[in-house]
């Protein structure tokens, strides 16, 4: 089955203690990018990757870090959490560009 | 750079009613794409649209693009409460990489009987 998968979806943390939310997908998409969800704010593009070893910033970056070493793969890595950063992250691949993009399940993220 | 405007932000309607969503952007963006949201979930992709006058349909919603007015709508014929949802618009950030989107905030769609 064509998907894109999260890990974790929850996840309760402490300001500080690094984390890393993993994205992977089966469909042998070139196009993989991060967005969070926060109430009142709609979707914002956090990093994005047109293909492996090529990754460019969103318009909200700050805190986060990616990389793309392999296709199917797009780990989003916190690595000093703020509790700013407590919102729902959406992972989505397609192929080629942003055109037809499929949507990870979320990963919904509490920094306490 | 791109921005994106949806309005109304809320819209309730009746079944069987038309209405439309719109959709504006502030500077050239090449094309425009639409989503879904149920509650609770995560986000389904249903339009992309890629050129003036682009028109694409899908049951009763029918999306298009003015690029001289810089307007995209989603219209709904006919509504149905299976299409309470929220619906997003996004634009690609056309003066930035082919990778940058930017979404609206999203009209939630109510539909009652």
């Known amino acids: 089955e064509a998907q894109v998968t999260q890990n974790p979806r929850y996840l309760i943390t402490v300001t500080g203690k690094k984390l890393t939310v993993t994205c992977s997908q089966n469909?042998?998409?070139?196009?993989m990018s991060w967005y969070r969800q926060d109430p009142g704010l709609g979707l914002r593009q956090i990093y994005y990757?047109?293909?492996?070893?090529?990754?460019d910033k969103g318009d909200v970056p700050e805190g986060y870090k990616v990389s793309r070493k392999e296709k199917r793969n797009f780990p989003l890595i916190l690595e000093s959490p703020s509790p700013n950063q407590t919102s729902l992250y959406f992972c989505a691949s397609s192929s080629g560009g942003p055109d037809t993009q499929y949507f990870g399940p979320g990963t919904r993220l509490t920094v306490l | 750079e791109l921005k994106v405007e949806q309005n109304p932000l809320f819209l309730s309607m009746q079944e069987g009613k038309n209405y439309t969503i719109y959709c504006n952007y502030s500077?050239?963006?090449?094309?425009l794409y639409w989503y879904r949201q149920d509650p609770g979930k995560s986000l389904e992709s249903l339009f992309v649209?890629?050129?003036?006058?682009a028109v694409k349909q899908e049951g009763r919603l029918m999306a298009s693009l003015d690029t001289k007015a810089r307007l995209s709508t989603l219209h709904i014929t006919a509504a149905v409460h299976d299409l309470s949802a929220t619906y997003f618009c996004?634009?690609?950030?056309?003066?930035?990489?082919?990778?940058?989107?930017?979404f609206g905030k999203g009209t939630k769609l109510s539909v009652k009987p």
């Open positions: 500077t050239t963006s090449d094309r």
């Open positions: 469909m042998n998409h070139e196009y």
């Open positions: 990757s047109m293909n492996v070893e090529v990754t």
């Open positions: 996004a634009g690609r950030n056309y003066g930035g990489s082919q990778g940058n989107l930017i």
């Open positions: 649209l890629l050129s003036n006058g």
